[in-house]
């Protein structure tokens, strides 16, 4: 293994000669794993090692004990290294953040830190195939692009992920070699978290079906970041041939439309996240309505998050930003024209959706509205369900797939009863005796066909509140019709 790990090392340069690496170190196998092979191949590769471990408060005596652990194993080794204590619970409840994203957060925030007392160019972290296999699954699971297929990266910027080239069950049988002890995190085990899912109960079985299930996962992944480097490229000389800036504004030549829809769509993402500054709040549903402005007539405009401002012009499509408009909340640039839409008559229109997260804020411009969502965890327990027309909560846990906004598709149902019990929403609409007119006007959060919240009445059982829920999403609305 020692030698697969150098090897991928120098691959992926990982390490020059002189370099200073810090290894992020919980305790755990694949952490101190990767401490040791570090220790192995710091004089045939010519690299300072030191280390950090995070103590996020969140396991009490346990974690605590890891600290002291790892604090002993590298007085031992003689590893330089940096402990740092913090409480991810107050954090992420500060922040309205989940406590694995809090976590993440102040992690790598004392990494940076970390680097900067020791004056490290490269931080190592613990990542293996198992991770990137799970990575993988999770991104399509939720839904992804070619992007998500990627998994993780084996460098991204000074962050090197040496393991990547191993799976889990080669680090313990290494670890078991040398007779190394290592720290056990009990939250591994439970299986209220996702990921623990895939871990515990999915990959299994893809490892019955084939032994190889995790190393062919990986070779996939590394052909998403060959394609997809190859895509970027292509979209780079798009952007030269389709793309003119002017005065901060991006002149799009609808002649891009006679290229492959793929670039089309990666172009187009490509501005849009260089307009708004990031791409963190850009989904396929902007990419999406974006390249259909094409079709619309000149002088047809949509909003973006950001203060964005997409206009059908003459020569394709100008993208700006509003002057004096602050970043602000996302906008739905396609659910008050599908309302339009859909109260002309006929046949119904094709049906539009916006993406809702589990934090975050949005408006909703044909409605009035204004979304808001957060997650809780573990601050919830004295609190009172909300019984607000227009304030839910909801068990997280319990919900399967993407959340959608939209209305009402043809097989959509409500569950009834937490055994399962469903009922058409059509027939609910008419037990309701809401009138014909306004069904397809009615707000609907969805996850797939299964409507979580009717809004502005009744949420679905599956997904009401019991004494099991570990993580509530709130989802708040202000603004807008009540229809009674």
Same mark, same amino acid.
Request: with cysteine; hydrophobic share 35%.
């Given at each position: ?72 194993? /590298? ?89 990547? /080239? ?25 299986? !209220? ?79 849009? *996240? ?20 094409? !079709?619309?007539?000149?002088?047809? /405009? ?15 499509? /100008? ?42 804020? +949005? ?9 808001? *969502? ?18 839910? +909560? ?58 979580? +919240? ?26 807008? *019709?009540?229809?009674?």
């Amino acid at each position: 293994m020692r030698k697969k790990i150098l090897e991928f090392m120098q691959e992926h340069h990982m390490a020059e000669e002189g370099d200073c690496i810090l290894a992020a170190v919980s305790g755990g196998a694949d952490s101190l794993c990767l401490l040791l092979i570090l220790l192995e191949l710091q004089q045939a590769m010519n690299f300072r090692l030191c280390a950090v471990h995070v103590e996020h408060g969140i396991r009490g005596d346990d974690s605590r004990a890891d600290a002291f652990f790892v604090e002993n194993f /590298c007085r031992e080794h003689q590893v330089p290294c940096r402990i740092f204590h913090c409480n991810a619970l107050e954090y992420s409840r500060k922040h309205k953040m989940t406590v694995e994203e809090g976590a993440r957060k102040l992690r790598y925030g004392f990494f940076d830190r970390a680097a900067g007392e020791f004056g490290a160019d490269k931080i190592a972290v613990a990542h293996n195939q198992n991770d990137c296999a799970e990575t993988m699954l999770f991104h399509l699971a939720r839904g992804t692009g070619l992007r998500g297929m990627c998994g993780i990266l084996p460098v991204r910027g000074r962050i090197i992920r040496p393991l990547l /080239c191993v799976e889990r069950r080669e680090i313990e049988a290494y670890l078991a070699s040398v007779r190394q002890p290592f720290c056990l995190d009990k939250t591994n085990e439970e299986l !209220d978290y996702a990921r623990n899912k895939l871990r515990r109960q999915v990959f299994p079985i893809l490892e019955e079906v084939n032994s190889q299930a995790v190393a062919h996962m990986n070779q996939a992944a590394g052909m998403a970041v060959e394609v997809l480097e190859l895509l970027e490229d292509l979209t780079r000389e798009a952007a030269e041939a389709y793309v003119r800036r002017k005065d901060g504004s991006f002149y799009i030549s609808a002649e891009l439309r006679k290229e492959r829809p793929v670039l089309q769509k990666s172009l187009l993402y490509l501005i849009l *996240t260089e307009a708004v500054g990031g791409g963190k709040d850009i989904s396929s549903l902007h990419v999406q309505k974006l390249q259909e402005l094409f !079709d619309r007539q000149v002088g047809r /405009c949509l909003d973006f998050p950001y203060g964005i401002t997409a206009e059908r012009v003459y020569q394709g499509i /100008c993208l700006k930003k509003n002057a004096g408009k602050e970043p602000g909340p996302k906008q739905s640039a396609g659910l008050e024209e599908m309302i339009c839409q859909k109260e002309t008559g006929g046949e119904r229109a094709e049906q539009d959706f916006l993406q809702i997260s589990a934090e975050g804020y +949005w408006q909703i411009p044909g409605y009035g509205y204004e979304i808001r *969502t957060r997650l809780l965890e573990n601050n919830f327990l004295n609190e009172e369900i909300p019984k607000k027309m227009y304030t839910k +909560w909801m068990d997280y846990d319990k919900i399967k797939g993407t959340m959608q906004l939209r209305t009402r598709q043809e097989k959509d149902f409500l569950a009834f009863s937490a055994d399962g019990r469903r009922k058409k929403l059509k027939k609910y609409f008419v037990d309701e005796k809401i009138p014909r007119q306004e069904r397809d006007r009615i707000l609907l959060l969805a996850d797939g066909s299964h409507i979580l +919240w009717v809004i502005g009445y009744r949420i679905s059982e599956e997904v009401k509140v019991t004494e099991h829920t570990r993580r509530i999403l709130e989802i708040q609305v202000d603004g807008g *019709t009540v229809y009674e």
